[in-house]
């Protein structure tokens, strides 16, 4: 079973900057799409960065400009970096790998999210 570990979420001031990182084991972490989502409290989980097996990325639109997502393969790590942070960036952050079969079907896997909160 695939296994994604996070680290490096905290408390952080406004303006401010943090490094999540993401390592997995149990995977062939080159074929897959690796991605960060978060959930901030009473909202949805939603897509904030993503980088696919070409290095090809997306992000959502607040975070443009601001946050950059990167991969190593050789040592099965993903990276968020996030600068000038805002109150509303605050959440759980979830490393997510997606393993996209042909025929349609993709494999999602998480990790059990580390805490990023904003705040003065």
């Known amino acids: 079973q695939v296994q994604l570990v996070e680290s490096g979420g905290g408390l952080v001031q406004p303006g401010g900057s943090l490094s999540l990182s993401c390592v997995g084991s149990?995977?062939?972490?080159?074929?897959?799409?690796m991605g960060w989502y978060r959930q901030a409290p009473g909202k949805q989980r939603e897509l904030v960065a993503q980088?696919?097996?070409?290095?090809?990325?997306n992000y959502t639109e607040s975070v443009k400009g601001r946050f950059t997502i990167s991969r190593d393969n050789a040592k099965n790590l993903v990276y968020l970096q996030m600068n000038t942070l805002k109150p509303e960036d605050t959440g759980v952050y979830y490393c997510?790998?997606?393993?996209?079969?042909?025929?349609?079907?993709?494999?999602?896997?998480w990790g059990q999210g580390t805490q990023v909160t904003v705040s003065s």
């Open positions: 997510n790998a997606v393993l996209r079969v042909p025929g349609g079907m993709d494999f999602h896997y």
């Open positions: 149990r995977m062939i972490f080159s074929r897959h799409v």
């Open positions: 980088m696919s097996e070409d290095e090809s990325t």
